[in-house]
Every structure is written in C-alpha cells, then in structure tokens.
C-alpha cells in the first residue's frame, strides 16, 4: 500500500477551521484538507448579503489553512442562483479573497454543475492553479459507462486539459447504504476512472448518524465508522485509492436558526473502528453539561487522553479544569480529535504495510 493521504471534508465554520488550526504540525502536514463552502442562511438576498457571507466563508479557510499547503474549494451547497455585488457569482468571490490571502486552493467542479458554475471555475482556472478536482456524486458512480465521456467533457469546458486531474467518487452519507452494494459500484466505477489517468483518486464517505435524537442520554453509544472500515477493504485491492470522510459532521448539515432548534449537549469521540457518542439534554437548559459528558467519556478504555488538543479539553473538562461551554467549541474539538486520529491510524496502517513479508 502506497502512503494514504487523508483529506477531512469540513464545511467553512468557524468551529471546523479552528479544528485545524490547533492541529499539531505533523498532523497538518499529514491532511490535505476539503472545504464545502457553508449553504446560505435563510433570507439573504442577492448582492450585499451573499456577498458578505461569502467573503465571510473565505476568511473562515483562509484563517484555518494559511500557509500549511494545498486544500479543496467546493461550493456544492450553494444557491446555484446565488450572486454577490454586481451579478458576481459564488465561486468568483470565494476564489478571489482566498487567493488574496494567498492559498493554495484547488478548485472542484461536478458534471452536473451548471454552465455559470463552470464558467466561473474556467475563469479561475485561467488565473493558474496547481490542479483540478471533480466531485463524482452516488448518482454519477452508478453510471461508470458515462464517466468517461462526461469527465472529459467537462475538463475541456473549464480549460483544465493540461492540470493534474483529482476525483473525488464520494458517496456523501451511507448511513443507510450496504457495505457490499458500495463496494460493487465504487469498484466498478473506479475501473473507467482509471482511464482518465488521475493523480490522485480519493474515496469519501461518512457514516455518522444523522439523528442524534435517537442517542440515550448520559450513556456511551457506538456507532461503526463504516466509511473507514470500507475504504479499509478497497485499499487492500486498490493502494492507490486515498481516503476522505466528513468526520464527525454529517454531510447533509445545515447552518440551523437557534431560535427554532434547541440541540442537544454532545461529544463525539472517534476510535478505530466506531465513534464513541455521548449526549445530554438541551444545551440552552445547561450550558455546562459538556463536565459530565466528558466524565463519562474519561472512563471509557477507548478514551486515549490528552494525546491531541481535543483530548486535553476533554481531560480537562471531566477533572474539574477550564470547559467550554458553546457547541461550536466542542464541534472543534470532536473534529480535532477525529482528524488526529485518523492521520495516525493511516500512518499505522502505512507502517504495517511496509514491513517484509
């Protein structure tokens, strides 16, 4: 097996950028990291609003990954009718100040994204970038005999013939998908993928559950980490094949109004082979809830400690030290933690595969 490298799918919130902002440098060096552009809020309007949102988005990546490497840019939640200040469109205004700030960004495009989309991203290929990335969704993998066809296609509509081709196949959710059935289509896809000689083809996938309502409260639920225990079975047939997942975020997340959603307290902890999740009650009812969480957690074997700055929290939190008290921050530490692991369960697996038969 050739060295897997992990990408964490993050979307532009403040909580997951500061995830991995307290990354150690190892582990940053390890990521290349993808970020889904936030949906927009209910009731902005085109123009001044979605512009401001925006920019607001592009600094949040901008302030997570400055100076650290490449990244992915994807605006797949947008508003395809979405435009800023004078008819701008999304991915001109994200791409703009990210380059303004000087990332790395590579820019990822879909075929089925519209003819502005692809417009904008010809426009920002044109500017220079390193590469390409194309998300293939669950509706294009179960189509391979088209794949090729329309990749191309869509390569040579956005001008990036000459650039390094990435390929996302990403499944999104599968919290309701057999393991088997994914395996078939990605296995069957990737055999026309192949044909377009990629750089880097990455499978991604998140099996976290998305309802958290379904969680007792107060005790330890396991929930298997599916995505990484398929991924784990393809690269045994496919060492090529990289990793991606969403972490502990589920893909369909939405930027909710607090006003109408009262969340609950809750931890999410990821070991090799299942997340470890532990809930409260309303969060507003209790903002000091995540004490108790964490005391639970802390006496779990699977709890590693302070290996990570996600862990520190939790240890500091269950023996009496400083606690956060907003969701957001225990968003960037359940991120912290899930993507620290995971770099370090990749360089283990990497380590075993390198020894002498």
């Not at 992990?6 to 997951?16: C, H, I, V």
């Not at 889904?36 to 997570?64: E, P, Y």
């Not at 690269?235 to 990289?242: E, F, R, S």
């Amino acid at each position: 097996m050739t060295d897997p490298i992990y990408t964490p799918m993050l979307k532009s919130k403040q909580g997951e950028a500061k995830a991995l902002m307290r990354l150690d440098r190892e582990v940053k060096s390890s990521i290349i990291p993808f970020f889904d552009v936030l949906a927009l809020k209910s009731g902005l309007t085109n123009g001044g609003d979605v512009h401001l949102f925006l920019k607001k988005q592009a600094i949040n990546i901008a302030a997570a990954w400055n100076g650290h490497g490449r990244c992915y840019v994807d605006l797949f939640d947008i508003d395809p009718s979405a435009r800023g200040y004078d008819g701008a469109h999304p991915v001109a205004i994200v791409h703009e100040q990210i380059a303004f700030d000087r990332i790395d960004a590579i820019p990822v495009v879909g075929v089925e994204r519209d003819t502005a989309y692809k417009l904008a991203v010809r426009h920002v290929v044109s500017a220079g970038v390193d590469a390409i990335a194309i998300r293939l969704g669950n509706e294009d993998i179960q189509l391979p005999s088209m794949l090729v066809e329309r990749v191309s296609r869509l390569i040579s509509e956005i001008g990036a013939s000459d650039l390094p081709l990435h390929v996302f196949m990403d499944f999104r959710s599968i919290e309701h998908m057999d393991s088997d059935v994914i395996q078939i289509r990605f296995v069957r896809a990737l055999a026309e993928v192949r044909k377009l000689n990629p750089s880097r083809i990455v499978f991604a996938a998140s099996a976290i559950v998305s309802d958290m309502g379904k969680v007792k409260r107060e005790t330890l639920k396991s929930v298997a980490r599916r995505d990484f225990l398929v991924w784990e079975m393809l690269a045994k047939i496919n060492p090529d094949v990289n990793y991606a997942d969403y972490g502990i975020i589920h893909p369909g997340y939405f930027d909710f109004d607090p006003k109408t959603i009262k969340p609950a307290a809750k931890i999410r902890y990821t070991s090799d082979k299942e997340w470890l999740i532990v809930k409260g009650s309303r969060w507003v009812s209790d903002t000091s809830q995540h004490r108790n969480l964490s005391k639970l957690l802390y006496k779990s074997h699977q709890f590693r400690g302070p290996d990570c700055w996600g862990g520190e929290n939790i240890v500091s939190a269950a023996l009496g030290g400083h606690a956060f008290k907003r969701l957001e921050d225990w968003v960037t530490i359940d991120q912290n933690n899930h993507i620290t692991h995971t770099v370090r369960q990749l360089s283990r697996i990497s380590a075993v595969s390198r020894l002498p038969v």
